[in-house]
């Protein structure tokens, strides 16, 4: 992604280092490393969203295509999506029915 080499991570550790101390730069590569942390994990978890969009959205299609087709003669894919579908509903379902 970056095109940085040793030799400039070289320049800026001393840099950092004459410039924090090395009291504090322990420290700051800590708090560093945490901030790299929480972006790439928030990086991941937006991607998951978007996916679970674009998923959702495909299922959606699926799902008017079907609609037009009136649940008749679907090719394996929207019948794969219609299956999915029912599946899902019902297992939100399950959890309301009263048995009698």
Do not use: W
Not at 56 to 70: I, P, R, S, V
């Amino acid at each position: 992604m970056f095109d940085i080499g040793f030799l400039e991570l070289m320049v800026v550790g001393v840099l950092a280092l004459l410039v924090l101390g090395p009291e504090r730069l322990p420290g700051a590569i800590r708090s560093t490393v945490n901030t790299v942390r929480s972006i790439r994990n928030m990086a991941s978890g937006f991607r998951q969203e978007v996916e679970q969009q674009f998923k959702e959205h495909e299922l959606h299609e699926n799902l008017k295509k079907a609609e037009q087709l009136q649940l008749k003669n679907l090719s394996p894919e929207l019948q794969r999506s219609v299956d999915e579908l029912k599946d899902a509903a019902a297992s939100v379902q399950q959890p309301y029915r009263k048995d009698k």
